[in-house]
């Protein structure tokens, strides 16, 4: 199975901050990467698949870089209501195994 | 609007068994695969188990290969996780989730509201 590393654990960042969060696969995944949103009580979202495409819906302000094994979540100024838990997820082979979640608390 | 609803989840203890459901509206059911996706406070998200649109390719994690069986209904639109000899370390909030597919990229992009599945004696 192919292991999914994400960094931080967690972070605090303020409303207009840049904030990055790391994914990292334990072997090539090329850009078969996505990135999910989940709130406390709720189901999660995708922000993000393929790497770098934007799910339809999502504010311009998340984006997606990297592929092989390193990848990268960006919020370019983060908002209020970014305050969640976000999961890298791996789509390249059975089993499609997620990161361990990275929790943002806005200061 | 895409509704996916799970039923089905409760308190069982180790060894038994549990059906869950996920009723699925708003879209062409039998056009897309669906995955069962688990969470627990600990292991956090856990793909469990997926299925073709036809029904006729079926996927497992290890940990439930044997145990669990996924199936579709595709003139009900339902999706249904039929999981036996029950552990512990199933108990998680599980979630039906619609896949998409572009080109070779897939990715859940609808889920249900998830239903609780409590092992203990």
């Known amino acids: 199975d192919i292991q999914m590393t994400q960094s931080p654990s967690s972070l605090s960042a303020s409303v207009g901050d840049r904030v990055t969060i790391t994914c990292r696969a334990s072997?090539?995944?090329?850009?078969?990467l996505n990135w999910y949103q989940q709130k406390p009580g709720k189901a999660p979202k995708v922000l993000i698949y393929a790497a770098s495409s934007l799910q339809s819906g999502v504010p311009s302000r998340f984006s997606g870089s990297g592929s092989g094994t390193d990848f990268t979540l960006t919020i370019s100024s983060l908002q209020p209501e970014d305050s969640a838990s976000y999961y890298c997820?791996?789509?390249?082979?059975?089993?499609?195994?997620f990161g361990q979640g990275t929790k943002l608390e806005i200061k | 609007e895409v509704q996916l609803v799970e039923s089905g989840g409760g308190l069982i203890q180790p060894g038994g068994s549990l059906r869950l459901s996920c009723a699925a509206s708003g879209f062409t059911f039998s056009n897309y695969a669906m995955s069962w996706v688990r969470q627990t406070p600990g292991k956090g998200l856990e793909w469990v188990s997926a299925i073709s649109g036809s029904g006729g390719s079926t996927y497992y994690a290890d940990s439930v290969k044997g145990r669990f069986t996924i199936s579709r209904d595709n003139s009900k639109n339902t999706l249904s996780l039929q999981m036996n000899s029950l552990r512990a370390e199933d108990t998680a909030v599980y979630y039906c989730a619609k896949i998409y597919s572009s080109g070779w990229f897939n990715y859940f992009d609808y889920w249900g509201q998830g239903t609780l599945v409590t092992v203990s004696s």
């Open positions: 997820q791996q789509s390249y082979s059975t089993p499609n195994t």
């Open positions: 072997q090539s995944i090329s850009s078969y």
